[in-house]
């Protein structure tokens, strides 16, 4: 659980990013901002929630001994970026109309 703050919360990311990039066209053609915003929106969610796993696994590797608290620290700084990252990519295509 402290490794989806590593991998999951940068993978969401790119993902989102990829599916913005495929549905750009489509918003376009339609002059919809809803087929970029919604799927934005919900991996940012996503997102949300892989914070809220790493942020459990932080709190439960505090208590091993092992050298997993330093990289469940580093997940959930990773991942409370990549939220941040998430909000930032949302602000764009709520702001702009489609083709801009």
Known sequence: MAF???IGAPFLWLTALQTGYVLAYQACDSQSRSW???PTGVFLAATAITLLIAFAGRRRAKQSLEPQPFLAVIGVGLAAMM???MVASLIAPLMLRPCD
């Open 83 to 85: 939220v941040l990252v």
């Open 4 to 6: 989806a703050g590593l």
């Open 36 to 38: 970029v915003t919604v």
